[in-house]
Nanobody
């Protein structure tokens, strides 16, 4: 079972940028779809972005589309979330999660879900604060 760890969180002013990383240990990440989620204080966890194992399928929440970019480097077993034009409402704990692609090794590719409960391996989260 792969394990994932997030890093790269911090405090930034509105309009600033951060890049989050989701690193894998225990197994290669190349057979997994990866999703980013976030949870703000007093709110439910919400989907942010996802990427399939080869990067064929990429999905973004409407609230971050055009500002956030998800990418992956399978050689480095890392998935990134580049966050630009950050807003105070982006303040949250950000989690990455991995879901094994059962089509791994074939020409088919699993299209990742937006549902947190469908992901097998989940990180502990990294805090992102957007504030003046």
């Amino acid at each position: 079972q792969v394990q994932v760890v997030e890093s790269g969180g911090g405090t930034v002013q509105p309009g600033g940028s951060l890049r989050l990383s989701c690193a894998a240990s225990g197994r290669t990440l190349s057979s997994y779809a990866v999703g980013w989620f976030r949870q703000a204080p007093g709110k439910e966890r919400e989907f942010v972005a996802s990427i399939s194992r080869s990067g064929t399928y990429i999905d973004y929440a409407e609230s971050v589309k055009g500002r956030f970019t998800i990418s992956r480097d399978n050689a480095e077993a890392t998935v990134y979330l580049q966050m630009n034009s950050l807003k105070p409402e982006d303040t949250a704990v950000y989690f990455c999660a991995a879901s094994y692609d059962t089509y791994s090794g074939s020409s088919y590719e699993y299209r990742p879900t937006r549902l947190w409960r469908k992901y097998d391996a989940r990180g502990q989260g990294t805090q992102v604060t957007v504030s003046t």
